[in-house]
């Protein structure tokens, strides 16, 4: 694999999502502003963006290979989502909130940045919930109307909320929103470090808060570089114009 300082993130890592592990390692986000070169994130950052290039290509090179996510059909790609990604927000974020509760009531007064994580992650659940149901409900049928459109020769009228783009534009902006909160999460917790006197369930919590922030990358990075660019070139070849 041949990459260079103007490949865009979000492209490379739809091509082989091993390469999201140097984008995490050097703070480069690329799900919710992967549309930017790898040369315009590492100037952003002031990161040399030759380091980033040479991790990258010793990615490429290592043996095995990730998921190829861009070959799957898109009625695929949806039902994944909802199956594994909605749902795990669902479950983990009902599963996370008692332990946070739990964690500010004792340890709340020794670490009072507890409180603000607590807070930020409540609304992220609750945000997140109202979030994926409008995807669920209005975008997804949506997709899956004009996937049986081209399967059977059809043109179909475009949606009352208009192109496809407009939908997937307001979803790209909620996705930034999150990711932007999960980072002051992350800060808040020292990087999901868990201090010395960490009882258990405080060490389990920042860890479920990790794997929570994990999960919503690679969620978002499936719907922003993947899912939404092939939906908007479908919907050019089904709707009538």
Known sequence: MNISQEQ???????????TASVFKKYGIDFCCQGNTTINNACEKKSIDSGQVLYDLDEVAREKGSSIDYQIWPLD?????IVKKHHRYVVEKSMEILPYLNKICEVHGERHPELFEINDLFNLSAEVLAQ?????EL?????IQKMIQAKHEGNKIVVPGF???????RIMEEEHTIEGDRFRKIEELSNHYTTPADACNTYRVTIALLKE???????????ENNILFPKSIKLEKEVTLQ
């Open 76 to 80: 695929l790609l949806i039902d994944y």
């Open 131 to 135: 979030h994926m149901k409008k995807e």
């Open 212 to 222: 929570f922030e994990d999960d919503l990358h690679l969620h978002i990075h499936l």
């Open 8 to 18: 865009i993130i979000g492209e490379l890592v739809a091509r082989d999502y091993r």
């Open 138 to 142: 209005d975008l997804f049928p949506y």
């Open 162 to 168: 208009g192109s496809i783009e407009n939908l997937i």
